[in-house]
């Protein structure tokens, strides 16, 4: 043997090209095998039937196919009205396929008993309306939609929704979310409904063609959808309404969608439904959007659509439209050298760029160190040297007692403990996202064993060493952001009128929040972490009760 080995070692070495065609030969032989075991199975669907042959070969999960609609190739030979699957959806047996009947491990009563139980863990932040028919022509939630064939879960559908201010979220096909303001479709049975999520087998996402529908109780007002605009709330007739919204037009058969285009084309920001009547305009002092009445007072139907609101002549029901109100979008450098450095303070990852665009919106450019990407957003400061004097403050996360003695005064953002907020920001940019194996891996516990303290000794120097510091808790101006920002500009000292201050309000968010697609569907602190985090919390409050201000907001926690 070893003679043999010996001889074959002498003969390529004498004609190496034969040594490396046999060596590619035998590899490519290898890949078409792994490919031909690959391929050899079917994918399954839930609820679909195989026949014995196609059994045979080992199935391959379905992980999704994006670049083409679904059913693409097969639209040509299905049924008009027929729901459009892809090639992996046929039955390979020659009987036709029933997709209704139930498997040997659980059939749609099975799952749906499942889907309600998990409905139930739900219901703190939705509340499961039922199971509705839905159709690929005409949607029965016709908002916003999303798929996801590998992760789809009931919680991701529901907070995606919630995010951007939509009523109802619908699951589909295992693996599709649908938002919308309005259900305008017919109940199914709820045994049609039977189709497992694709992340969590546990739940129901509907079913071919049927939508599991959940009416969000927490979604949030400010930000309600509808099309293109954004629902405001209900408000009283402010007492000069001609002067308030100048245009307006009688519409007998009235619509949110007719008032807000009517609107939209007169280029006003704001649309005003008050019954049969279309008014529109800006925020001003004399309609300043900030007492919202209960909306019932504004639950009047609308003429041409019974499932829409339109309010009343008295009570008048408030969209935002997609123009722009420009009166706050002069942003500028200062004219003349500042006199004072000032710094706007916060610990990574607690709001500072979002301070940042309201304050640029309210007055001048502001400064920091350079950073590319924020200033390709606008934050033309960015260039700039931070002792230049052009910026009317400087972006700072320093906490040291020399960087902190550089500045005249500062404004100091607090926020309830973000370390996921900047675990985000640090491996995700200003507004990404970690990815999951961060979370997961060595890298989030690291992190907070690190982050943690720093969050508290980077507020307690600047209360220690800062010469003239303005506390603004973050919490506090994303909940009462015109009072706030009037704060913020007072120390700035500048003089912004009322009207640009609500022109900022109606612009506050801009691009620079991150958009809840990807948001963690579990809590990644473990006990000992919240137990240091909330040590943390204890210290700053009393640091700043120490100081004669308002401690931290009742409702801090680690996020």
Same mark, same amino acid.
Request: with cysteine; proline share 4%; charged share 25%.
């Given at each position: 043997?070893?003679?043999?080995?010996?001889?074959?070692?002498?003969?390529?070495?004498?004609?190496?090209?034969?040594?490396?065609?046999?060596?590619?030969?035998?590899?490519?032989?290898?890949?078409?095998?792994?490919?031909?075991?690959?391929?050899?199975?079917?994918?399954?669907?839930?609820?679909?039937?195989?026949?014995?042959?196609?059994?045979?070969?080992?199935?391959?999960?379905?992980?999704?196919?994006?670049?083409?609609?679904?059913?693409?190739?097969?639209?040509?030979?299905?049924?008009?009205?027929?729901?459009?699957?892809?090639?992996?959806?046929?039955?390979?047996?020659?009987?036709?396929?029933?997709?209704?009947?139930?498997?040997?491990?659980?059939?749609?009563?099975?799952?749906?008993?499942?889907?309600?139980?998990?409905?139930?863990?739900?219901?703190?932040?939705?509340?499961?309306?039922?199971?509705?028919?839905?159709?690929?022509?005409?949607?029965?939630?016709?908002?916003?939609?999303?798929?996801?064939?590998?992760?789809?879960?009931?919680?991701?559908?529901?907070?995606?929704?919630?995010?951007?201010?939509?009523?109802?979220?619908?699951?589909?096909?295992?693996?599709?979310?649908?938002?919308?303001?309005?259900?305008?479709?017919?109940?199914?049975?709820?045994?049609?409904?039977?189709?497992?999520?694709?992340?969590?087998?546990?739940?129901?996402?509907?079913?071919?063609?049927?939508?599991?529908?959940?009416?969000?109780?927490?979604?949030?007002?400010?930000?309600?959808?509808?099309?293109?605009?954004?629902?405001?709330?209900?408000?009283?007739?402010?007492?000069?309404?001609?002067?308030?919204?100048?245009?307006?037009?009688?519409?007998?058969?009235?619509?949110?969608?007719?008032?807000?285009?009517?609107?939209?084309?007169?280029?006003?920001?704001?649309?005003?439904?008050?019954?049969?009547?279309?008014?529109?305009?800006?925020?001003?002092?004399?309609?300043?959007?900030?007492?919202?009445?209960?909306?019932?007072?504004?639950? *009047?139907?609308?003429?041409?659509? #019974?499932? =829409? @609101?339109?309010? +009343? &002549?008295?009570? %008048?029901?408030?969209?935002?439209?997609?123009?722009?109100?420009?009166?706050?979008?002069?942003?500028?450098?200062?004219?003349?050298?500042?006199?004072?450095?000032?710094?706007?303070?916060?610990?990574?990852?607690?709001?500072?760029?979002?301070?940042?665009?309201?304050?640029?919106?309210?007055?001048?450019?502001?400064?920091?160190?350079?950073?590319?990407?924020?200033?390709?957003?606008?934050?033309?400061?960015?260039?700039?040297?931070?002792?230049?004097?052009?910026?009317?403050?400087?972006?700072? *996360?320093?906490?040291?007692?020399? #960087?902190? =003695? @550089?500045?005249? +005064? &500062?404004?100091? %953002?607090?926020?309830?403990?973000?370390?996921?907020?900047?675990?985000?920001?640090?491996?995700?940019?200003?507004?990404?996202?970690?990815?999951?194996?961060?979370?997961?891996?060595?890298?989030?516990?690291?992190?907070?064993?690190?982050?943690?303290?720093?969050?508290?000794?980077?507020?307690?120097?600047?209360?220690?060493?800062?010469?003239?510091?303005?506390?603004?808790?973050?919490?506090?101006?994303?909940?009462?952001?015109?009072?706030?920002?009037?704060?913020?500009?007072?120390?700035?000292?500048?003089?912004?009128?009322?009207?640009?201050?609500?022109?900022?309000?109606?612009?506050?968010?801009?691009?620079?929040?991150?958009?809840?697609?990807?948001?963690?569907?579990?809590?990644?602190?473990?006990?000992?972490?919240?137990?240091?985090?909330?040590?943390?919390?204890?210290?700053?409050?009393?640091?700043?009760?120490?100081?004669?201000?308002?401690?931290?907001?009742?409702?801090?926690?680690?996020?």
């Amino acid at each position: 043997m070893a003679k043999l080995l010996l001889k074959l070692q002498r003969y390529f070495r004498r004609k190496p090209v034969r040594f490396f065609t046999l060596l590619a030969l035998y590899l490519a032989a290898g890949s078409l095998v792994f490919l031909h075991s690959g391929f050899s199975g079917e994918p399954t669907v839930p609820g679909s039937p195989r026949s014995p042959a196609a059994a045979e070969g080992p199935g391959l999960p379905y992980l999704g196919v994006m670049q083409l609609s679904r059913g693409f190739k097969a639209a040509a030979t299905m049924p008009a009205g027929a729901r459009r699957h892809g090639p992996w959806f046929k039955s390979t047996s020659k009987e036709p396929s029933d997709r209704g009947k139930s498997r040997d491990n659980g059939g749609p009563r099975s799952r749906a008993v499942r889907g309600r139980s998990g409905r139930e863990k739900e219901e703190d932040r939705a509340r499961y309306v039922g199971c509705y028919e839905d159709n690929t022509r005409q949607r029965t939630l016709r908002g916003m939609s999303f798929f996801d064939y590998k992760k789809m879960t009931v919680f991701r559908c529901q907070d995606n929704c919630a995010e951007r201010g939509y009523l109802y979220a619908g699951l589909e096909f295992g693996a599709e979310c649908y938002c919308g303001h309005k259900i305008q479709a017919s109940n199914a049975s709820e045994s049609e409904c039977n189709m497992e999520c694709k992340g969590e087998r546990s739940n129901t996402c509907g079913g071919i063609n049927r939508l599991s529908i959940y009416r969000l109780e927490l979604a949030q007002e400010s930000a309600r959808r509808y099309g293109s605009a954004i629902f405001r709330g209900c408000f009283r007739r402010p007492e000069n309404v001609s002067i308030a919204l100048p245009a307006s037009q009688l519409m007998l058969n009235m619509s949110v969608d007719k008032c807000v285009d009517f609107c939209t084309e007169k280029e006003f920001p704001l649309a005003a439904l008050a019954g049969t009547t279309c008014r529109c305009g800006f925020p001003s002092t004399l309609f300043p959007l900030h007492e919202r009445e209960d909306e019932q007072l504004c639950a *009047h139907k609308c003429a041409a659509e #019974e499932f =829409e @609101s339109c309010g +009343s &002549a008295d009570f %008048l029901l408030v969209y935002q439209t997609q123009v722009q109100d420009n009166r706050c979008m002069d942003r500028r450098f200062l004219p003349s050298r500042a006199k004072q450095l000032v710094a706007l303070a916060s610990f990574p990852g607690a709001g500072n760029t979002w301070a940042r665009h309201l304050i640029e919106l309210a007055s001048f450019y502001t400064g920091s160190y350079f950073d590319g990407s924020l200033y390709n957003k606008g934050f033309k400061g960015e260039r700039d040297h931070w002792r230049s004097g052009r910026t009317i403050c400087i972006k700072t *996360h320093e906490s040291g007692q020399k #960087e902190i =003695e @550089s500045f005249d +005064s &500062a404004i100091l %953002l607090i926020r309830n403990p973000a370390l996921m907020a900047e675990f985000n920001r640090k491996y995700g940019g200003h507004i990404g996202f970690a990815a999951h194996a961060h979370w997961k891996g060595k890298e989030w516990p690291e992190f907070v064993a690190n982050y943690a303290p720093w969050w508290a000794t980077h507020t307690l120097d600047w209360l220690r060493y800062g010469k003239k510091v303005l506390v603004v808790h973050f919490e506090d101006l994303k909940r009462d952001l015109f009072v706030q920002l009037q704060r913020m500009v007072a120390l700035l000292g500048v003089t912004a009128c009322e009207d640009r201050l609500l022109c900022v309000e109606g612009q506050k968010d801009g691009n620079f929040k991150r958009s809840g697609l990807r948001k963690l569907e579990y809590d990644p602190y473990t006990a000992e972490m919240r137990k240091a985090i909330s040590g943390y919390i204890r210290t700053v409050d009393a640091a700043l009760k120490l100081r004669n201000l308002s401690g931290v907001p009742e409702d801090y926690y680690p996020r």
